[in-house]
């Protein structure tokens, strides 16, 4: 996937539904009513193990954590005061707001996609 630069500045969920609080009231927004980009690994490993003797054996393995190399992007930005609007109504400035600028790791050593060799001897 490739991204254009004008992709670079779109938000990834309609900023113009969302206004600044001006005044204490109740909103109309629920709990948990929207969700981020998600984050998903395909990890995949390749077992063979090898019979040497009656007692002993040996396993390759090859591994490879997140096979597809897929990005893993933060939330976007959730401060709508950030957001600046023409007169007429229309964005301006989106300032962040709605806007994924980050990538978030997923706790893991590495992130990106990385392969393992290893043996094992089983007794």
């Known amino acids: 996937m490739s991204i254009t630069p004008n992709q670079l500045n779109e938000a990834y969920i309609n ?51 997140n096979i597809t190399n897929t990005p893993h992007f933060a939330n976007p930005g959730a401060n709508v005061s950030n957001m600046s609007l023409n007169p007429d109504g229309t964005i301006k400035n989106l300032g962040g707001f709605m806007q994924i600028t980050s990538t978030a790791p997923l706790g893991r050593i590495l992130d990106q996609r990385y392969f393992r060799l290893g043996a094992r001897i089983i007794f």
Do not use: C, H, Y
Not at 28 to 48: A, E, K, V
């Open 15 to 65: 900023p113009l539904a969302f206004a600044p609080v001006t005044t204490a009231s109740f909103g109309t927004g629920g709990f948990d009513q929207l969700r981020g980009p998600g984050n998903t690994n395909l990890d995949m490993s390749i077992f063979r193990t090898f019979r040497v003797t009656e007692r002993f054996k040996i396993q390759m393995r090859v591994e490879s954590m």
